[in-house]
């Protein structure tokens, strides 16, 4: 609001106040002396004056965020920023499987042509898959197979265009913001009628390329698309006249053909129509543009790297680059732990080695494919001496149970109403701040947002069991390693051995028992022990089936071979899972570890708060919850 009647203020630029500033300026003038600005047609003048204002500033201001990446909201000054760091966003993704094609033929050999097409169908909804490089295979008896080809999503098509220099608009553009650049292929034919023609590679080191390489650079324009230019004969080969320019690449739907698993070719190949199509590995990795907060995060990280692998946080963004569907991804160097084929991540050092781990945006770990070809993406950026290997992340779920209290008084609902409340500030917690590397669960802040839920809420007990579920090798006799990487509830020596100390199991047959049920505990002493219950007593078979680390939360099980397993959750399963109480009801995530609530065992409970309401035999009757997760017996 102004307060110097000699001067307009310029600082403020809301309706509003623009227009006060107006009628205090104009009032403070001598022809204006006690004139009623908003009783005549001056109203009116003062309205368009001060929208006028209101827009020219808004604008203004628009226009300087758009200067700087932090603040820029509009993607065409986003990628623009972006390039200037030298950073490229990644385009649409096609969906990629693998499948093996077998020619019944006695023919010698036989092409498997770029733009073969593959037919599928995800939630009855029909998508078309194509190869994009000519295969040549030979005869192996009466057969031409054609292993681990891979088929993408979508249409593979060209774009075709004749260099004219004299056209200075002229521009190299793939025409569908769904293009897939990771599939693009640039092509140069010398003329229309020769043609030889060279192919073309990104690129991506420019200290390495010269006069005479031929090298396109690529870059995102305008509406989402992608245009494609050349050297000037000093950096990279620069094109001739007549030459013609042949960019092929698929474009896709993105997402949508993710999980495909069964296909069909949908014409004959090489003339041989007796064919069979078998699925290697389902449709992975379809994925969107990327996204704008993506590019603000990325591009800075990109620049600092200068193009190689060093530090993490290079391969974290490698790793989203060259991987878009990439939801979390976690990377530590080998002094912090290593990877074992049949323990997993161990908290033993391996010098020498970088060790990532990505969270996917469909959920599931990545193809063997899918390692392999990280691994091979990530080496010309990678320091000689480091080996960079992909695991799988290791998700360990929360039961929680969650007793609260609330005041019947400020409230009409009901405490299965307040339940639902509670469970949907979870859910958003758990979206928010777990289901991903670094997410902790810490106790006192989701006690509080549980509190927050309702405010009829007076308070809550919310207890905490960690659980893994372990994919047991069926049949073979197999060691396995848990590593929840949180200490365990163990006060002392011998806790709550009779109960059955803090671990617990689902059932599962082993054997040589065909007809009990076996499960897992411990004795508090760091022996893990495998039983079975007769009538509902547990008759221990083997009191050192395997061992338990208290301190490192960690539990190794021996040799054992299991036959099959029960249900979990009420629903057949090929999975054991084992529960843990841990020390601290703050969970921490270490290395490749997620945590997640388990929403399917989560119990929430509340009760009328009686003290709150005033109720008479509050004093005498209230009931209270222990916060221990299981009582101590000794």
Not at 118 to 136: E, K, L
Not at 326 to 332: E, H, L, P, R
Not at 444 to 472: E, W
């Amino acid at each position: 609001m102004a307060t110097n009647n000699k001067r307009l203020e310029v600082t403020e630029f809301d309706f509003d106040d623009v227009k006060d500033n107006l009628k205090t300026f104009l009032g403070a003038q001598t022809e204006f002396t006690d004139y009623d600005f908003e009783g005549s047609g001056m109203s009116a003048l003062l309205d368009v004056l001060a929208y006028n204002t209101h827009y020219l500033g808004f604008n203004a201001n628009m226009l300087a965020n758009e200067m700087f990446l932090d603040s820029a909201s509009l993607r065409s000054s986003i990628v623009s920023h972006a390039k200037t760091l030298g950073y490229v966003p990644t385009s649409a993704r096609a969906a990629k499987a693998k499948v093996d094609v077998i020619l019944n033929t006695n023919d010698v050999n036989a092409t498997l042509p770029a733009g073969t097409v593959f037919n599928t169908t995800v939630n009855d909804i029909s998508y078309q898959f194509s190869t994009i490089a000519d295969i040549t295979k030979s005869n192996t008896g009466n057969t031409i197979p054609f292993v681990g080809v891979d088929i993408y999503e979508g249409t593979f098509i060209t774009t075709r265009y004749t260099v004219d220099s004299s056209d200075i608009d002229q521009r190299f553009v793939l025409t569908d913001n769904r293009a897939d650049t990771s599939t693009l292929i640039v092509k140069v034919q010398t003329s229309s009628t020769d043609s030889s023609s060279n192919t073309f590679t990104e690129a991506t080191d420019i200290t390495q390329v010269t006069a005479g390489s031929n090298v396109y650079f690529l870059q995102e324009v305008e509406a989402g698309l992608f245009e494609v230019y050349f050297g000037d004969g000093i950096i990279g080969t620069a094109l001739s006249d007549d030459n013609i320019v042949l960019l092929t690449y698929v474009v896709s739907n993105k997402t949508a053909a993710n999980g495909a698993s069964l296909f069909t070719n949908a014409a004959a190949i090489a003339s041989v129509t007796d064919i069979s199509v078998a699925t290697s590995e389902p449709s992975t990795a379809g994925a969107e543009p990327e996204s704008l907060s993506s590019i603000k995060y990325n591009a800075p990280l990109d620049f600092a790297s200068q193009g190689r692998c060093v530090t993490s946080e290079d391969y974290k963004v490698f790793a989203k680059k060259y991987f878009p569907n990439t939801q979390s991804v976690q990377v530590f160097g080998g002094e912090a732990g290593s990877f074992d084929t049949s323990l997993g991540v161990v908290e033993t050092p391996e010098y020498g080695k970088v060790f990532i781990s990505i969270k996917s945006t469909t959920g599931n770990n990545l193809t063997a494919t899918e390692k392999s070809q990280l691994v091979t993406d990530l080496a010309p950026f990678t320091v000689a001496s480091i080996t960079p290997v992909i695991v799988d992340v290791q998700t360990t779920k929360l039961i929680l149970q969650v007793v609260f209290k609330f005041d019947s008084s400020k409230t009409t609902e009901t405490s299965s109403s307040i339940a639902t409340l509670i469970s949907n500030t979870l859910t958003n917690f758990n979206d928010d701040t777990l289901g991903q590397f670094e997410g902790v669960f810490r106790h006192s802040k989701v006690t509080g947002i549980i509190d927050d839920a309702d405010n009829s809420i007076t308070g809550n007990i919310t207890k905490v069991t960690m659980a893994h579920d372990l994919s047991p090798t069926i049949g073979t006799s197999t060691s396995y390693t848990i590593p929840f990487n949180n200490k365990f509830y163990n006060p002392h020596d011998g806790h709550n051995s009779a109960g059955g100390g803090v671990i617990a199991s689902t059932g599962f047959k082993i054997s040589g028992d065909a007809e009990n049920d076996m499960f897992f505990n411990d004795d508090g002493s760091g022996n893990l022990r495998l039983y079975y219950l007769v009538a509902g007593v547990r008759i221990y078979q083997d009191v050192t089936a395997g061992t338990v680390d208290y301190t490192k939360g960690k539990i190794v099980i021996g040799n054992i071979n299991i036959t099959s397993v029960s249900s979990v959750d009420g629903a057949a399963s090929s999975v054991i899972r084992l529960t843990a109480i841990p020390d601290s009801n703050d969970i921490v995530p270490v290395r490749n570890q997620i945590l997640e609530i388990d929403f399917t065992n989560t119990i929430i409970t509340g009760d009328v708060d009686t003290v709150s309401t005033g109720d008479s035999s509050a004093g005498s009757t209230y009931n209270t919850t222990s916060s221990y997760t299981t009582p101590s017996s000794y």
